[in-house]
């Protein structure tokens, strides 16, 4: 059974940074695409960034563009975002998912994957 732990979240200042981690286990991941949402209070789910585990080609939403950059370890089964520049609009529960191997216009979509972490939480104070 797949299970996806993530970690790293807290408490930053704007302008501040934090890497978020998401360990993955229990099925190869080979071909899959593992991905970083987010959700803010009372507002729907929204993409963050993707990575394909092989090849490791990355993809970001516009909102973090230049600012995260996702990454995995496949000897270690872990992926990352490392967040910088933080500002009070990133205050979100971000998930870490994984999916099937997607087309580049499928990466953002929530519902083309298959298993979610539990979330962890960031909090950016202005």
């Known amino acids: 059974q797949v299970q996806l732990a993530e970690s790293g979240g807290g408490l930053v200042q704007a302008g501040g940074s934090l890497r978020l981690s998401c360990a993955a286990s229990?099925?190869?991941?080979?071909?899959?695409?593992m991905a970083w949402f987010r959700q803010a209070p009372e507002k729907e789910r929204e993409f963050v960034a993707a990575?394909?585990?092989?090849?490791?080609?990355?993809y970001y939403a516009d909102s973090v563009k230049g600012r995260f950059t996702v990454s995995r370890d496949t000897a270690k089964s872990i992926v990352s975002l490392q967040m910088n520049n933080l500002t009070p609009e990133d205050t979100a529960v971000y998930y870490c998912?994984?999916?099937?191997?997607?087309?580049?216009?499928?990466?953002?979509?929530?519902?083309?994957?298959?298993?979610w972490g539990q979330g962890t939480q960031v909090t950016v104070s202005s």
């Open positions: 998912a994984v999916g099937p191997r997607k087309i580049v216009s499928d990466m953002h979509r929530a519902p083309g994957y298959d298993y």
């Open positions: 229990g099925r190869s991941f080979s071909g899959a695409a």
């Open positions: 990575v394909r585990w092989s090849g490791g080609a990355t």
